[in-house]
DNA sequence: TTGTGTTTTATTGCCTCC
DNA sequence: GGAGGCAATAAAACACAA
């Protein structure tokens, strides 16, 4: 079973909690609020079973399966996720367990395998939400020195317009003006390439000629930027 | 040994589908 | 309406540090 069925399988609708768009609760949201607030109740009966109470009979009791019908159940589970009925009652038959136990058994094995795979997708997610914010702070710092170069630009704009203003006795003058950015003032944008694939920036960035960090050069820049003190907190995992 | 955290087995209540 | 699935939860079994 290849993990995109397995993902369709376990998440049939997959979607966000409520809670993080909690302007549109929906009556799906009522309901789930409905199951937290459940207290299951063990009946008596069924304490006092599990208790050995009633009889005292073993087979009552919470038993762990052998290592051998653990193996077994495992097995079955990498071949199919769900058991027809007559499976179930097959393979119940082949370990000694009751058809119930083997329904239990996977039941809890597909909740365990899909709260795997939530971790392994928040896991994913985290991560290229990181990658957002640091590139969101890449641009911000980049944004900073381009306004302090402009800044820069205009002021030795104004002390030129001011000098020929003096020479030529107060006329127009337009020297100066073309300020065409030199090379090594101006730092190239550039883009982290798990953003640039995750977010389909690439061929924008290439068509605008931007050039491409490698991943020891991207980590090396974070780390200055970390040692310079920029963002606080976002960049611990690079120090 | 014991307190505590984790895993496993089992139950309950609700939902969907036939 | 019954069967079966799932989420939430209880509780036994287990692991392990102190």
């Known amino acids: 079973m290849s993990r995109e069925e ?25 309901q789930k609020k409905a199951r937290q607030r459940r207290r299951r109740k063990v009946k008596p009966e069924a304490a006092a079973a599990l208790a050995g109470e009633s009889g005292g009979d073993e087979q009552a009791k919470k038993r762990r399966l052998s290592d051998e019908q653990a193996r077994f159940l495992e097995m079955s589970f990498k071949k ?3 058991l027809e009925t007559p499976r179930k009652v097959q393979l ?11 329904a239990v058994w996977f039941q809890n094995r597909r909740a365990r395998h899909k709260s795997k795979l939530m971790e392994e997708e928040f896991a994913k997610l985290r991560s290229a939400h990181d990658a957002v914010v640091l590139q969101n702070c890449h641009l911000e710092t980049e944004l900073l020195k381009l306004k302090e170069r402009l800044a820069d630009v205009e002021e030795e704009k104004a002390k030129l317009a001011a000098v020929a203003a003096a020479t030529t006795g107060g006329g127009g003058g337009g020297g100066g003006g073309s300020s065409s950015p030199t090379s090594s003032s101006f730092s190239t944008v550039t883009y982290h390439p798990v953003l640039a694939g995750q977010f389909g920036v690439e061929a924008a960035a290439e068509e605008a000629d931007l050039t491409y960090m490698s991943e020891y050069a991207y980590n090396s ?12 907190g976002v960049y611990d995992q690079f120090s």
Do not use: I, N, W
């Open 80 to 82: 199919e996720r769900k």
């Open 6 to 30: 397995d993902e369709k399988l376990l998440f049939p609708s997959f979607a966000f909690p409520a809670e993080c768009f909690p302007e549109a609760a929906t009556s799906g949201g009522e």
């Open 221 to 232: 820049y974070m780390l200055e930027l970390a040692a310079a003190g920029y963002c606080g």
């Open 92 to 102: 119940a038959a082949e370990l000694g367990l009751d058809a119930k136990q083997v």
